[in-house]
């Protein structure tokens, strides 16, 4: 769980940096306010980093594998979480669009918005430079293994 909420953390930071920072398009106030959550949240992910650090500590590196693991299956259900949010927004665009979509456009539709709501919500986290550098210093492997698997949510 622990690194579930350290990837939230980064995938948090990043949204910051990579929609909300350099738009000039933004209403001022709102990208202010943004920008103080953002400065909020580095100490949390700050924090948190430490808090895996020490959780791991005592760990034996079968029990750092089994911890992946267990990201891994939550990451999982998050996913399955972002392709039923993908079928509701589907519905929801028909519904204000006033007219059903074809099979082939709803299909895209849903595709395409599960890949972007994996991205947000699970690309982001697991492909964080901050987040890759505490599984590193867990272990070399768990860094790598996490690497293999982001490529899919990008």
Known sequence: MALTILHIEWMTQRHYID????DQGLDPQFKSLLKHHWMEEAQHAKLDALMVEALAAGLT???HAAAVDEYLEIGGMLDGGLKQQ???DSMSLEKAIGRSLCESERDELRKVQHQALRWTFLGTGMSHPRF???LERLAPALRSRIEAVAPAFA
Do not use: G, H, K
Request: aromatic share 0%.
């Open 61 to 63: 590196p079968a029990e």
């Open 86 to 88: 993908a079928e509701l």
């Open 132 to 134: 890759l550098e505490s």
């Open 19 to 22: 929609s909300v920072q350099d």
